[in-house]
């Protein structure tokens, strides 16, 4: 079975603060993908990224950026320069891929959440 | 254009009503979903239609029934609903469903139904 763990539960941050958000993994396949959503209190979920298990590269968009390391089993996110925009809710999600995963195969697996509010 | 609109935002129905949420994607997405999510909680999938056909019901109680009428739209139909079962109601699509109903392609989601059972 495969799980999420985002630890934080709550982060507060003052505008313009570097923030990261936490999100560590648990599988047993081999192929397997991480996503990143934000759910601001309006309700919608918007994707965020997509990253698959074979590449490990980090990536950056604009003030967003995340950190994949396979060795820790970890999917962390962190915003530069936080803007009050970013109050959300960020889920990290999983799917996987292969023997072990069964009949719950490409099911997306979500972390509790992490509720991040900038203030002004 | 990655775009899943939901109808209505709001509804409030009373345990005897019978409503339904509406779903629509013109992404040309072949997999849609149903989940819940209540307050503080991430979402639980309820239900998978993969090529218009329902795939995984998530043993989700019969007083929700999902229907899938064509390509682009989902709808579920709710009938003598709990209290329990006020909740955000969200809809996503996925490109290619797979031969199992899901597979990793990315979810897109809708603005969700918040429903509120009295």
């Known amino acids: 079975a495969q799980k999420v763990t985002q630890a934080q539960t709550e982060i507060s941050v003052v505008e313009k603060e570097d923030v990261t958000l936490d999100c560590v993994y648990e599988?047993?396949?081999?192929?397997?993908?991480l996503f990143w959503y934000k759910q601001p209190p309006s309700g919608e979920l918007v994707f965020l990224i997509r990253?698959?298990?074979?590449?490990?590269q980090n990536e950056i968009s604009g003030r967003y950026s995340w950190n994949f390391q396979k060795s820790t089993s970890s999917f962390n996110f962190t915003i530069t320069a936080s803007q009050v925009v970013d109050s959300a809710v960020y889920f990290c999600?999983?799917?996987?891929?292969?023997?072990?995963?069964?009949?719950?195969?490409?099911?997306?697996?979500f972390g509790k959440g992490t509720k991040l509010s900038v203030i002004p | 254009d990655t775009e899943v609109t939901q109808t209505p935002k709001h509804l409030v129905m009373g345990m005897t009503n019978k409503k339904s949420l509406k779903c629509e994607q013109h992404?040309?997405?072949?997999?849609m979903y149903w989940y819940k999510q209540k307050a503080k909680k991430p979402p639980e999938l309820m239900f998978v239609?993969?090529?218009?056909?329902?795939?995984i019901n998530e043993s989700v109680p019969s007083r929700f029934s999902p229907e899938c009428p064509n390509s682009s739209l989902l709808n579920l139909h709710l009938h003598a609903l709990q209290p329990e079962d006020s909740a955000l109601y969200l809809c996503?699509?996925?490109?290619?469903?797979?031969?199992?109903?899901?597979?990793?392609?990315?979810?897109?989601f809708g603005p969700g139904t918040r429903l509120t059972v009295l």
């Open positions: 999600a999983l799917t996987t891929i292969g023997a072990y995963s069964g009949a719950g195969s490409y099911q997306l697996t």
């Open positions: 990253r698959n298990s074979f590449d490990e």
């Open positions: 992404m040309g997405h072949r997999a």
């Open positions: 599988t047993r396949d081999t192929t397997y993908y």
């Open positions: 996503a699509s996925s490109q290619d469903p797979g031969t199992s109903g899901l597979s990793e392609d990315t979810q897109y």
């Open positions: 239609y993969s090529y218009e056909k329902l795939s």
